[in-house]
């Protein structure tokens, strides 16, 4: 089963920083757009950020300007560097892959290979 592995969540208080890992040691992430999500409890999955490929970057409005994604293909992983964290940015985060690109990240529609999740928790 071709799986991601997340790293790099825990407890920060707001106004902080994190950079979350996605990597896999099962297939080449450079030939598909990888996505981060994140969720609560008993709600759906949302998109965070996406990058293409080709390195193209697509952000939610609600972190557009705090977090950043990047990908290192070198070492077949996945980047997403949080700041000014929120309290309402807590979650479980994930990552997923699609050999199709960004279009569905918004509503994590397409992607796979998803990892167990890591918990961001930002409070003071």
């Known amino acids: 089963q071709l799986q991601l592995v997340e790293s790099g969540g825990g407890l920060v208080q707001p106004g902080g920083s994190l950079r979350l890992s996605c990597t896999t040691s099962?297939?080449?992430?450079?030939?598909?757009?990888i996505g981060w999500f994140r969720q609560d409890p008993g709600k759906e999955r949302e998109g965070v950020s996406c990058?293409?490929?080709?390195?193209?970057?697509y952000y939610a409005d609600s972190v557009k300007g705090r977090f950043t994604i990047s990908r290192d293909n070198a070492k077949n992983t996945v980047y997403l560097q949080m700041n000014n964290l929120k309290s309402e940015d807590t979650a479980v985060y994930y990552c997923?892959?699609?050999?199709?690109?960004?279009?569905?990240?918004?509503?994590?529609?397409?992607?796979?290979?998803w990892g167990q999740g890591i918990q961001v928790t930002v409070s003071s």
């Open positions: 997923g892959a699609d050999n199709k690109g960004c279009s569905g990240y918004k509503w994590a529609l397409g992607f796979d290979s």
């Open positions: 099962s297939f080449a992430l450079d030939y598909y757009a």
């Open positions: 990058v293409s490929n080709d390195g193209r970057a």
